[in-house]
């Protein structure tokens, strides 16, 4: 079964409407997440670390105030889309190490297609 | 820095036939992780197989196999038996510990299985 949870799967917003896509770890704790965006037919782009109890570390050229992330808890960290455009429309995914060294498996969240009008 | 070079857009395969998808790497991380992901239409990301750098034998899944070659830094994934079902976009993926853990993905390849 899953073990990263991710809402919604799909959501359609109006231009200048903020939306939030929250990742759930479901049976272990994850001290860091990372959120990527991924264009149709395009591989994953990181856009941020989400650090449990700490700011997130964004990749250069994201946008922090368009791009909130916010990790309230061990089990879950948030990305909220601020003033969402229809070039923000993108498919987001969020994965979470379940535990162990930096180089073991990345578990990923189902995905969020976001669609602004 | 850490780079996954895809260079299979696009491949076909017979139903029932074996498929091997290329992955070249480059990291100057002693220790690391390789991953092969698969990604149907749907969107999900589903783990396939993983092998670590120090890791003296291939990784085997089921019907999967990563073909590790360290000194020429390649991790081809082989896909036995090939099924209508395997129709997806596969990723080839990277972690080492001087990267905080992030992972470096391939340009995917998309592999469509004929009947």
């Known amino acids: 079964g899953a073990v990263v949870s991710q809402h919604p799967s799909w959501v359609i917003c109006k231009s200048g409407t903020s939306v939030k896509i929250e990742c759930r770890s479901l049976d272990f704790q994850a001290t860091t997440m990372f959120w990527y965006r991924q264009f149709p037919k395009q591989s994953l782009m990181l856009m941020a670390t989400s650090n449990e109890g700490s700011k997130a570390t964004y990749e250069q050229g994201v946008e922090k105030d368009k791009f909130l992330i916010n990790h309230a808890s061990l089990t879950l960290s948030t990305l909220t889309v601020t003033s969402a455009h229809p070039e923000d429309s993108s498919f987001y995914i969020c994965?979470?190490?379940?535990?162990?060294?930096?180089?073991?498996?990345?578990?990923f969240g189902e995905g969020s297609r976001l669609t602004v009008l | 820095a850490q780079k996954i070079t895809q260079t299979q857009p696009g491949m076909f395969v017979q139903e029932k036939e074996a498929v091997t998808l290329d992955c070249t790497y480059d990291?100057?991380?002693?220790?690391?992780?390789l991953f092969w992901y698969k990604q149907p239409s749907s969107g999900e990301m589903i783990f396939l197989i993983y092998q670590g750098s120090y890791d003296q034998q291939n990784a085997t899944e089921g019907r999967y196999s990563l073909n590790f070659q360290k000194a020429r830094k390649s991790a081809n994934l082989v896909i036995s038996a090939s099924q209508l079902g395997d129709s997806a976009m596969y990723f080839c993926?990277?972690?080492?510990?001087?990267?905080?853990?992030?992972?470096?993905f391939g340009d995917g390849t998309t592999l469509t299985v004929k009947p």
């Open positions: 993926a990277m972690r080492g510990n001087t990267n905080a853990g992030k992972s470096t």
């Open positions: 994965s979470a190490p379940k535990s162990g060294p930096n180089t073991g498996e990345l578990f």
């Open positions: 990291t100057s991380d002693p220790s690391y992780g």
